[in-house]
């Protein structure tokens, strides 16, 4: 085989490379969704926003990862799970991800078989965080994906009371998008919430929040599933949710 015929295999090589680099076919793989991953990531690389529309509209395959590679920013310990570098790349990870689970038929619920605990967390303190790009793909996020099984975390948040206007506006919009499917344990830890809640809102004599937590008062209060005991198939991260004993 001459050399020249070679050369001219590895430009062909390096072509298709490119072509499914930037084409629509990306993310059909796992190697793909990987790269593409890499490029929307990246800063400096060309075709970003053509990088994540293909994750997008490759969601089935894409989202499994995007998810684990939200995960792998979450940190334990006081304050939030992430450093301040981080907040750029959580920006476009969280932009594609709400472009799924907002925009894609099945996307929710392919979304809630492969999210963690630390994933709920750590779009938890994002949306309650000073960075408004962020803050929203995460209150986005969350508003379509908190069901029964994570609801207490977002509780847990509300409870808090160093949480600021904006994470409150975002986290009680949250735990409304639940209220009226809520079970019993859901609802009598989101009524004590509220109570909690109340007089913090008195103070700080926002109207806006005042009525967000009437509503998810009324709301929780008129739950289809009020005296139904949270079935053990939801039992994952609020069975038996210790608030008293955990710190946001």
């Known amino acids: 085989m001459s050399y020249g015929f070679m050369y001219l295999v590895r430009r062909m090589s390096i072509f298709v490379t490119a072509f499914l680099i930037f084409g629509e076919v990306i993310a059909e793989t796992a ?33 499994p990862t995007l998810t684990e590679q939200i995960d792998s920013y979450y940190q334990t310990g006081a304050g939030p799970p992430y450093e301040d570098e981080d907040i750029p790349t959580l920006v476009v990870l969280t932009d594609v991800v ?51 099984t994570n609801l207490c975390i977002i509780l847990d948040h509300l409870r808090d009371p160093e949480l600021g206007p904006n994470g409150m506006v975002n986290l009680l919009q949250v735990a409304i998008s639940v209220a009226s499917y809520a079970y019993k344990e859901n609802v009598e830890a989101t009524m004590a919430t509220v109570d909690i809640l109340s007089p913090r809102v008195a103070n700080t004599g926002s109207g806006k929040i005042d009525i967000l937590v009437d509503i998810l008062s009324r709301r929780v209060g008129k739950s289809k599933n009020a005296e139904v005991l949270l079935p053990p198939a939801l039992w994952l991260y609020c069975r038996d949710y210790n608030y008293a004993a955990t710190s946001p």
């Open 98 to 148: 709400r472009t799924i689970v907002v925009n894609k038929k099945g996307g929710i619920q392919a979304f809630r078989k492969v999210d963690t605990d630390n994933t709920i967390k750590l779009l938890t303190w994002a949306s309650r965080g000073p960075h408004r790009s962020l803050r929203l793909n995460a209150t986005y996020i969350l508003a379509n994906v908190v069901d029964n």
């Open 31 to 63: 190697a793909g969704v990987d790269a593409t991953i890499g490029i929307v990531k990246s800063p400096e690389a060309t075709g970003r926003v053509e990088a994540a529309k293909s994750l997008a509209d490759s969601w089935p395959k894409s989202l």
